[in-house]
């Protein structure tokens, strides 16, 4: 039977795409999306051996190709490397998710500024330099998917997270301004936010009564978000079904900020 135009938009058969924080979490589960759907990964950690593991589990259960690489995505010179090694590997680099980020929690008169400028090191200039680096192989295939991790935190406030939320503001406007700035090369940036999901770096605070009271309490649907339920955006705005989608927000966030 044939496929529905509708679905066949979500086809990524042929596609290269390359996934920050590939390793585990959220990252894992978008690889494992696109994958699913017909494409090729790279998955990229500052832990080479647990993406080159996670690379190896998605290839096995999905049929396509997958690679891990060791990098740190706040260092030029591997980013520039990882790029490098996905072209020469594959050819060309159709999609970046940019996942890679860390958060450092407490009130600003608790937090050293070594600590601020660590997180937005990583989740924002790191984002950058990945952009940086693919954008030049999108423009000369006339083609690219930049999807950036952005959060909740970008679009609203929340106490003792000015780290988190000053890098998060960044990657939105980030994400719009490449919006604009890249449309005219066929490439669409656009953004996932997503509110409380369980990653790793949630985990410290799950039982506490700061979770239960600003993070379940303020979500419409009253729990945390389940790795599976970020794959849906994922795939969307790496795929041809959004092809009319730059410079986009996508909340995927329970509910949070309806409110």
């Known amino acids: 039977m044939q496929k ?17 924080g590939g390793s585990k979490g959220l990252g894992a589960a978008m690889a494992a999306a696109l994958a699913s759907a017909g494409a090729d990964v790279v998955l990229v950690s500052r832990n080479g051996d647990q993406a080159k593991a996670t690379a190896k589990e ?23 490397r990882v790029v490098d090694n996905v072209v020469s590997t594959f050819g060309k680099v159709d999609v970046l998710i940019n996942n890679a ?13 070594e600590e601020f400028q660590k997180v937005q090191d990583t989740n924002v200039n790191g984002i950058w330099l990945c952009c940086k680096a693919v954008v030049p192989h999108m423009k000369k295939a006339g083609y690219g998917r930049i999807v950036n991790l952005a959060s909740t935190l970008g679009v609203v406030g929340l106490a003792n997270r000015t780290p988190y939320a000053t890098s998060k503001g960044a990657v939105v406007q980030m994400t719009r301004a490449l919006g604009l700035e890249l449309a005219e090369f066929g490439i669409t940036c656009n953004a996932i936010c997503p509110g409380p999901f369980l990653t790793e770096m949630n985990i410290p605070i799950k039982d506490s009564e700061e979770a239960k009271k600003f993070i379940v309490g303020a979500v419409a649907l009253n729990r ?4 599976k339920e970020i ?28 409110r």
Not at 58 to 80: C, K, M, R
Not at 244 to 249: H, K, P, R
């Open 231 to 258: 794959q849906g955006a994922a795939l969307l705005l790496s795929s041809d079904a959004a092809s009319y989608m730059t410079g986009s927000l996508v909340t995927v966030d329970g509910g949070w900020t309806a």
């Open 101 to 113: 980020g860390i958060n450092i929690r407490g009130p600003i008169d608790e937090l050293t500024y």
């Open 58 to 80: 998605i290839a096995e259960t999905y049929g396509h190709e997958a690679l891990g690489l060791g990098a740190d995505v706040t260092n030029p010179e591997d980013v520039a």
């Open 4 to 20: 529905l135009p509708g679905i066949q938009l979500f086809d990524m058969t042929g596609r290269v795409a390359l996934i920050t």
């Open 224 to 227: 945390w978000g389940e790795m």
